[in-house]
């Protein structure tokens, strides 16, 4: 039985997998956030413990190995492990892959890296060229067989992120952005507060994440976003309709740099309302997108750490 687990910045959750099947998971809001706050990985590492024992407990059984991908190889993880260079598919990540002992589990946990693409040092001016994930790398392995020929894998966090990747199934490069962080802070943090609707979107009206898309190519973004403010003040329209015309603002700001010129097929992940907004904004330029759903997202990044085990092993 392999135990698979996702380290994330805000929560982390194990999966107990057996001959393809899941039979147990739990999951913790313990990340490497709380290692940064912490000034140390003791929290992560006792909320990590914690859920083997859980998961262990319910599949009645200790796992064989410990597969872990994400934030928690970084810095604020278990222990960092350098990105290794893209172009990277399983057999480059296996080769990056380190094991580490904890006391508490019953065996070594297997550490995948993250990959970065461009030079590995970088000033202003070579910078745009640079880019790191953690995690989505064993999605994008996990997605892969779904772009046969290569595309990219649009992921739409709180950081939005464009993950190339080859014909071959590799990860190429990736782009990524503030954009998820930046509606949240702009949506709470400043004067726009009270003319939005708390939350995430549950649907984003076509009609006004339009008009938001219209507003920045007009006069840019930080102008478009203002006419959220000038929208609740001189406008019938909705919470929900200056929800969406802010997301087609920030939407527009990224299009070029996430999918740009010659892309064909592009995955998107994301929470429902905005990945399909994405997918409708895609397809409108004859890009072929397709929203994965939620339990494709987990199986395909259990999906990829198998495929880096599966290279280590060998």
């Known amino acids: 039985m392999v135990f698979f687990v996702d380290g994330g910045t805000t929560q982390t959750r194990v999966w107990a997998v057996r001959d393809g099947r899941v039979v147990a998971e739990a999951r913790a809001t313990v990340g490497a956030r709380d290692t940064a706050r912490d000034g140390s990985p003791a929290r992560l590492v006792a909320a990590l413990r914690d859920l083997v024992g859980q998961v262990g407990k319910a599949a009645g059984a200790v796992p064989a190995k410990i597969v872990a991908a994400g934030m928690i190889t970084s810095p604020q993880g278990l222990r960092e492990v350098p990105h290794v260079e893209a172009p990277a598919g399983a057999a480059e990540l296996a080769r990056g892959a380190c094991l580490e002992t904890l006391d508490g589990l019953p065996v070594p946990v297997l550490l995948v890296p993250g990959v970065r693409s461009g030079a590995a040092r970088c000033d202003g001016d070579s910078v745009l060229g640079v880019d790191v994930m953690r995690g989505e790398e064993v999605l994008a392995l996990g997605l892969a067989p779904r772009l046969a020929g290569g595309g990219v894998f649009l992921n739409l ?142 199986e395909a990044f259990r999906t990829g750490c198998r495929r880096v085990l599966e290279a280590w092993r060998a």
């Open 157 to 298: 966090g709180s950081h939005w992120k464009a993950i190339r990747i080859d014909g071959a199934g590799r990860v190429v490069g990736s782009v990524s952005t503030l954009s998820g962080e930046l509606i949240h802070a702009t949506a709470t943090q400043t004067i726009l507060a009270s003319a939005l609707p708390p939350g995430k979107p549950v649907v984003l009206d076509p009609t006004w994440t339009d008009a938001g898309a219209r507003a920045f190519a007009a006069s840019g973004l930080p102008r478009a976003l203002y006419c959220v403010r000038l929208l609740e003040l001189r406008s019938g329209c909705t919470p929900e309709e200056r929800q969406a015309f802010l997301y087609g603002a920030v939407m527009a700001a990224d299009r070029a740099a996430l999918v740009p010129a010659g892309v064909s097929r592009v995955l998107v992940v994301g929470t429902p309302a905005l990945a399909a907004a994405w997918s409708r904004t895609l397809a409108r330029q004859s890009i072929e997108a397709t929203v994965v759903e939620e339990g494709e997202i987990e």
